[in-house]
């Protein structure tokens, strides 16, 4: 199974912020990585597809990057919506993998 | 509108068994691929089995390989989820997922307790 590691697994920051969440596969996925976020007591929302394609609906100040192993989420200025738990998940082979999460917190 | 609707949760005895049932609307169920999706603390957000739209493939997580079914009905709109040999390990909230690689549509799931 392909493993997905993420970091960091939590992160304060303050709205406004530029912030960066980073995961890595444990083998190569090219460009099948997917970003969703978590509210508490809500189903993941699909974010990004496909390393960069933002679903609709998303704020363009979410965008992802990377190919093969290592990909990052940014969120360009972080608005209090935007505080929040982000997995990612890789849909290269099944089964399909998560990350464990990271969990985005207000300083 | 597409509607997932998670049914048949509860507690279980290690051991026992239970099916979910995810009900489905607002689209044509035949027409995809059903993933479920599970989650827990211990365990975070675990892609559990998929189906494909006419049933005739499935793939599962080896941690439930012989115990867990996956499967449908796609003239009622109905997907499932046969368990057995439940293990306290199995206790999570399980998502009704439509899809294969991009999970967009989730239903609010159905909470397993696997506990003596």
């Known amino acids: 199974d392909i493993q997905m590691t993420q970091s960091p697994s939590s992160l304060s920051a303050s709205v406004g912020d530029r912030v960066t969440i980073t995961c890595r596969a444990s083998?190569?996925?090219?460009?099948?990585l997917n970003w969703y976020q978590q509210k508490p007591g809500k189903a993941p929302k699909l974010l990004i597809y496909?390393?960069?394609t933002l679903q609709s609906g998303v704020p363009s100040r979410f965008s992802g990057s990377g190919s093969g192993t290592d990909f990052t989420l940014t969120i360009s200025s972080l608005q209090p919506e935007d505080f929040a738990t982000y997995y990612c998940?890789?849909?290269?082979?099944?089964?399909?993998?998560f990350g464990q999460g990271t969990k985005l917190e207000i300083q | 509108e597409v509607q997932l609707e998670e049914s048949g949760g509860g507690l279980v005895q290690p051991g026992g068994s239970l099916r979910l049932s995810c009900a489905a609307s607002?689209?044509?169920?035949?027409?995809?691929?059903m993933t479920w999706i599970r989650q827990s603390p211990g365990r975070g957000l675990e892609w559990v089995a998929n189906?494909?739209?006419?049933?005739?493939?499935?793939s599962y997580v080896d941690s439930v390989k012989g115990r867990f079914t996956i499967s449908r009905d796609n003239a009622k709109n109905f997907l499932y989820l046969q368990m057995s040999s439940l293990r306290v390990e199995d206790t999570a909230l399980y998502f009704c997922?439509?899809?294969?690689?991009?999970?967009?549509?989730w239903g609010q799931g159905s909470l397993l307790t696997v506990s003596s």
């Open positions: 496909g390393v960069s």
């Open positions: 997922v439509r899809g294969s690689r991009n999970f967009v549509y």
């Open positions: 607002g689209f044509n169920l035949g027409d995809f691929y």
């Open positions: 083998h190569s996925i090219s460009s099948y």
């Open positions: 189906i494909k739209d006419d049933g005739s493939e499935k």
């Open positions: 998940q890789q849909s290269y082979n099944t089964p399909r993998t």
